[in-house]
């Protein structure tokens, strides 16, 4: 089974129904055919805005999330990234392996600092992409499944692991990019030309699943539709109907035109209410496990505990590896 590497940051209090049905379902399908390794890089969290108060909360949260969605903390190799202290060890030395020149033209960072100048960003924002290297190089996966922004990220990483490997001998295997396993992608509900986005200014067009049953019909009921009254599947012409429906079809899976020949003659608010049953049928059952196991911090810690120390046996062993190639007197 290919060897495969991902995370989510610990940014915002509930999934969305974006996250959920484009990333997470398919991370628990893949679950068989990969051997997973999925942390919560909560080191990477301190290089934007954070809050010291909810930090460590958000974490457990999004674990719990992800279980309650279905990833098995057997299955799944299921840590927090400032549990393992060898992600910040290995940074240290990949950094001085890393050009200054190199660092600099990682466009992410320019992005993140193209308003504010660089003068007032933070250092750690600059070595990110280094530290991401280490929490993929440590784990040696086959595959490290990124979007477009994190592309040039994981380029420096293969980088990286060949220059080490070529001067200090064959420590890393040098990972592939690959296109993340998605799901349907879910678009805003007052907003449906942009994404679901736990960014976007108003949480109103957003489906939270860890809101309550009442608060996500409401948000469904309130979604944008248009002032026509046919209810057929037109991403330029009718975005809003379209988005309800494609989020009907991937939570029941039911096909569109079978959705369309259903819902032809009825109106909006038929369709709106089936929306809703389908979504609260779908991800309440979710929350409440979510909250079953929040309920329990110290069996959530003890979970985590558990995915810590697989994660360590792993990073311990390339990380010996690498302070012995790079001549360190060893700790004993
Ligand atoms: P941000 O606005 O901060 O970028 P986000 O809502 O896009 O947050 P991410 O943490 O960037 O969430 O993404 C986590 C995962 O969820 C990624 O795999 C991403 O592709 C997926 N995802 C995010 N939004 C959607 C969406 N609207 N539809 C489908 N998948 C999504
Ligand atoms: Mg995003």
């Known amino acids: 089974k290919p060897r495969v590497l991902s995370g989510m940051q610990p940014s915002a209090d509930s999934l969305h129904l974006g996250n959920y049905l484009g990333a997470l379902k398919p991370w628990v399908a893949s679950q068989e055919s990969q051997e997973n390794f999925f942390f919560i890089p909560d080191l990477h969290a301190l290089t934007s805005s954070f809050d010291p108060a909810t930090l460590a909360q958000r974490t457990r949260t999004t674990a719990a999330q992800y279980i309650a969605g279905g990833i098995s903390p057997e299955k799944t190799v299921l840590f927090v990234q400032s549990h393992v202290p060898e992600h910040a060890e290995l940074m240290w030395v990949l950094s001085t392996q890393t050009g200054f020149g190199e660092a600099s033209r990682m466009t992410q960072f320019k992005d993140k600092t193209a308003k504010g100048g660089t003068e007032a960003a933070n ?55 690959s296109i993340p396993v998605t799901g349907a992608r879910i678009y805003d509900l007052q907003n449906p030309t942009s994404k679901m986005s736990k960014s976007a200014p108003s949480p109103a067009g957003r489906i939270d699943i860890l809101d309550e049953d009442a608060v996500i019909a409401k948000r469904i009921k ?81 979970i985590l505990a558990q995915g810590r120390d697989r994660a360590r ?20």
């Open 123 to 177: 250092v750690g924002l600059f070595t990110y992409p280094i530290l991401m290297a280490a929490d993929i190089l440590l784990y040696q996966p086959d595959r490290v499944p990124v979007g477009d922004d994190q592309k040039q990220h994981v380029e420096l990483t293969r980088d990286l692991a060949q220059r080490f490997n070529h001067r200090f001998g064959e420590v890393f295997k040098v990972p592939e990019p």
């Open 222 to 302: 309130s979604a944008v539709t248009d002032a026509g009254s046919e209810i057929r599947f037109d991403r330029e012409e009718k975005p809003g109907v379209s988005s309800l429906l494609d989020i009907l079809s991937t939570v029941t899976g039911t096909p569109l035109p079978a959705l369309e020949e259903q819902f032809a003659g009825k109106m909006y608010g038929h369709l709106k209410v089936a929306v809703a049953e389908a979504v609260v049928a779908e991800v309440g059952p979710v929350r409440e496990r979510a909250k079953e196991l929040l309920a329990d911090p110290a069996e959530m810690d003890r």
């Open 313 to 332: 046996a792993t990073a311990t062993e390339t990380l010996d590896a690498v302070y012995s190639a790079v001549g360190l007197l060893r700790r004993g």
